[in-house]
């Protein structure tokens, strides 16, 4: 199974079994019982490896959240952000429409037009750095650009994005133009004070996505 599959999966499957479980009076509607039925019921799916290694990470997370936080982990928010994002993107199982240049143009023009300071004609291949005085800004290496885009426009490599931006903004302007995206490092990348994040062919990354503010629930 991809990614996308098994995370739907494990979210489904959790809330699913929440909302049973309340319903049969075996778990109280309240944040305290919530949290605590999930952190277990997370543990013991990961006993039981009831789900794909891909979505391993995200499990052990919950576990140590939810035996440190408690009712604060927010598991079930966290579960049904991940759920509405998925099923939005993806309603039928993982299939997805390709990415194409399009789609990237425009994001770029999305971001111009917002006055961002635009750099995707040069290569990218040593720490760069970009003076914009504060603007926010969005690099691309060309020659990624033009090795990730097949001769019809698809992209058939993961591409690297650089930006210095408002990330919740940003990931929504993505979202409008069907993409969403995986994210490398918050600040240090290769193009300095800049984040990385990661665009992948017809949305299918093998690690989750970083969540638009405009689909939680």
Known sequence: MSYILDIKS???????????????????????????????????????????????????????????????????????????????????GDEHAPITRAHFDALVETLAAEDWMIHTEYEINRKVRVISDGQHSFAVCSSAIAKSFNEQGELVKPLSLYVRGPEPWFLD???????????????????????????????????????????KP
């Not at 408690?70 to 991940?82: P, S, V, W």
């Not at 979202?175 to 193009?191: A, F, H, P, Q, R």
Request: proline fraction near 4%; charge should be positive.
């Open 10 to 92: 494990l979210v489904d499957s959790a809330l699913a079994e929440l909302d049973e479980m309340k319903a049969a009076g075996k778990v109280q509607n309240n944040p305290v019982s919530e949290e605590s039925f999930l952190c277990r019921w997370v543990a013991q799916a990961m006993k039981k490896q009831r789900f794909g290694n891909s979505v391993a990470k995200e499990m052990t997370g919950w576990v140590q959240q939810g035996r440190s936080h408690g009712k604060n982990a927010n598991l079930k928010g966290q579960m049904q952000h991940i759920a509405k994002a998925y099923h939005t993107v993806f309603p039928e």
């Open 173 to 215: 302007a993505v979202l409008e133009k069907g993409m969403l995206l995986t994210k490398v490092t918050d600040y240090k990348s290769i193009v300095k004070y800049h984040g990385e994040y990661v665009l992948w062919p017809s949305n299918k990354a093998d690690r989750l996505a970083i969540l638009p503010p405009s689909l």
